[in-house]
């Protein structure tokens, strides 16, 4: 009932009507308004092996609306609204969350109101409050997960500067996570810097404190470069985590533990050649550390899309992989990636322990409709094979179809 009373009272937005305000005055509430959206068909396949559950099968449909513009006619303030619609029209052979009859899909049928924020604008500074998308860096930390047809959104206060040459600082109190399937209270601070050393190279430093849950400190170096014909990227990042220090409900949550990634890729006339390397640290359970972990982040974009590992092993997590492809204007991108998995720590087997956690195959097409601005169609798969380790002994394949139409008028 508070969605659709909310969203009564801004439907006027939607119209960019005028608020009387006596009869011989009046004035527009949203002006030189930009509607945007999306409508994201996609059928998704899961299986988990020999878990005694059914294949789930899922025919979903992500609906977005928004709109934005200049609030009181001012040239500071601006606003956006957006709402977000998942369905999946009644066909529900699918659980989205363990214990159910069939396996997970995390895309139940829902609808959120995804954004709603107002932006302050001043010189190089901008201030926004309400309901809203953060995605920093390359999302690992933090980010919208939009790969789910529900994303991840933040109701938050956060600062943009750009004050100092070449640089973005960002700082943010996030009071609120709303998830893919539920939200959560948090009471958070987020920080993070980037700075443009060079054209092609951008240094990041970040603190992501997360109430109760632990402090992640880190450092990035990421870049590109090369001729037309010999193109690179790289990334190489270090992070650390210790106990909470912003404390919320709860407290004595225990956190310690390192983070690495190392990135390479190279696109050769649209041969596309890259690898990686992403640890996680972990824990042999005796020696009072945590395992690290990044709750906010961009899961499915990391560590196969199988999905296997969106929650750490309590071992750690080191992936190692492997990624060739093609890319053209007119062919569209093919990509395969092949991942190593394994512990940092040993963990139990049936018969021991091992530090083996399984390998995964992973690919990928996606194709923008060559007159179609906004279309773009895609599919997806991933197969992962299973260790011996308690927890991950059951091979686990999914696929996705999509079509993915996008669009902004004014």
Do not use: C
Request: no cysteine.
């Amino acid at each position: 009932m508070k969605r659709l009373m909310l969203s009564l009272a801004l439907a006027p937005l939607f119209m960019g009507a005028s608020v009387s305000v006596s009869a011989a005055e009046s004035f527009e509430l949203f002006s030189d308004a930009k509607f945007s959206g999306q409508i994201r068909p996609r059928y998704e396949f899961a299986q988990i092996v020999s878990n005694g559950v059914d294949a789930g099968n899922a025919a979903t449909m992500r609906t977005t609306l928004g709109m934005g513009g200049k609030l009181l006619d001012s040239k500071a303030l601006n606003g956006y609204f957006e709402l977000t619609s998942v369905n999946n029209f009644g066909y529900d052979k699918y659980s989205t969350a363990p214990g159910g009859m069939y396996d997970v899909v995390e895309d139940p049928s829902q609808a959120r109101i995804g954004q709603a924020y107002v932006d302050y604008t001043t010189g190089t500074t901008l201030l926004r409050a309400g309901r809203q998308i953060i995605n920093l860096d390359n999302e690992r930390f933090i980010g919208s997960h939009d790969w789910r047809q529900m994303p991840q959104s933040f109701d938050a206060i956060t600062l943009v500067d750009n004050h100092l040459e070449f640089t973005t600082l960002t700082a943010a109190y996030v009071a609120k996570v709303n998830g893919v399937n539920g939200s959560m209270e948090t009471g958070s601070a987020v920080f993070n810097a980037a700075v443009q050393t060079s054209e092609d190279a951008v240094f990041n430093v970040y603190a992501y404190m997360l109430a109760s849950i632990h402090d992640t400190y880190g450092t990035s170096l990421s870049g590109k470069g090369g001729p037309d014909e010999m193109k690179y990227s790289y990334r190489l990042e270090y992070a650390m985590q210790s106990d909470a220090s912003l404390e919320y409900r709860t407290s004595g949550v225990k956190a310690d533990s390192n983070y690495m990634n190392f990135d390479l890729a190279l696109n050769a006339e649209g041969v596309i050649l890259g690898g990686g390397y992403e640890a996680f640290g972990g824990t042999d359970g005796t020696d009072g550390k945590t395992a690290f972990s990044a709750p906010l982040g961009s899961h499915h974009a990391f560590n196969g899309w199988a999905d296997v590992f969106t929650d750490k092993p309590a071992g750690g997590l080191q992936d190692t992989s492997v990624r060739v492809g093609y890319q053209s204007k007119s062919l569209g991108k093919l990509m395969g990636v092949y991942h190593i998995f394994a512990a940092e720590k040993a963990m139990a087997t049936a018969s021991g322990t091992s530090k083996d956690l399984g390998s995964e195959i992973d690919a990928v097409y996606v194709m923008q409709i060559d007159g179609t601005p906004g279309v773009s169609i895609s599919g997806k798969a991933a197969f992962y094979s299973k260790s011996d380790i308690i927890g991950y002994t059951n091979d686990v394949t999914k696929y996705w179809v999509q079509l993915d139409y996008q669009f902004e008028t004014k």
